[in-house]
């Protein structure tokens, strides 16, 4: 599974658009990008993925470049809720899901 | 449904005592997998399972040994409890390994003394 890289935290005020990138220059083609979260110390929570088409469902925007060696996550609308770690994982074949630190996002009043 | 349960949630063990961790799901989902996330770091694979009566190794499996007898059930044990293995410990379950999504239960938060 390629290596992802995630900035260590970001803030984001509340009813704004929270922006996360990750970069995975290393990812090969039948590799999917997937983010989970982890609110507090609770399990993580599977969010969305994609192979190379942007995905959209209730919760979040999947955004992936054309050449797959960067990709965002949008929430739309952040809330309080949605403070928590965000991880960004690429995935092929393997029976594994390498977490890495992700992203510490923090919602502001 | 329930999802993935884990039990127990908590645990205080002393050096050298054993304990097993229960991790069930009732998604009749095939892959099954025990994670322990240490403090500030992302989760670390210990054992994973694709199917009934099969087992592998993952990324730190010194110290544990795993069984899934049941489809549904996945037991992680600690043969000889060491400090080091104070941990929160996750399990996870999904219909496929490959790409489809996880569900993860809710920890067990351990601590060896």
């Known amino acids: 599974d390629a290596k992802t890289t995630q900035p260590p935290s970001m803030d984001c005020a509340e009813g704004r658009a929270a922006n996360l990138p990750c970069n995975h220059s290393t990812i090969s083609g039948n590799e999917y990008v997937y983010w989970y979260r982890q609110i507090h110390s609770q399990g993580p929570q599977y969010i969305i993925h994609?192979?190379?088409n942007n995905e959209t469902n209730e919760m979040a925007s999947l955004i992936i470049t054309e050449d797959r060696k960067s990709s965002t996550l949008i929430l739309p609308h952040a809330t309080l809720r949605d403070t928590a770690v965000y991880y960004c994982?690429?995935?092929?074949?393997?029976?594994?899901?390498?977490f890495g630190t992700g992203t510490r996002l923090t919602v502001i009043p | 449904n329930a999802g993935v349960t884990q039990t127990p949630k908590f645990r205080v063990l002393k050096t050298g005592q054993s304990m097993t961790l229960l991790c069930a799901q009732d998604m009749n989902h095939e892959y099954m997998y025990w994670y322990r996330q240490d403090p500030g770091m992302g989760l670390r694979l210990i054992h994973y399972?694709?199917?009934?009566?099969?087992?592998a190794k993952g990324e730190v499996p010194d110290g544990y040994n795993v069984s899934r007898l049941k489809k549904q059930n996945f037991l992680l044990g600690l043969e000889s409890a060491a400090p080091s293995q104070t941990s929160v410990y996750f399990c996870?379950?999904?219909?496929?390994?490959?790409?489809?999504?996880?569900?993860f239960g809710q920890g067990t938060r351990l601590t060896v003394v």
């Open positions: 399972s694709v199917g009934e009566g099969t087992t």
């Open positions: 994609g192979l190379k």
């Open positions: 994982i690429v995935r092929g074949g393997a029976n594994n899901l390498f």
């Open positions: 996870a379950s999904s219909l496929e390994g490959g790409i489809t999504e996880a569900f």
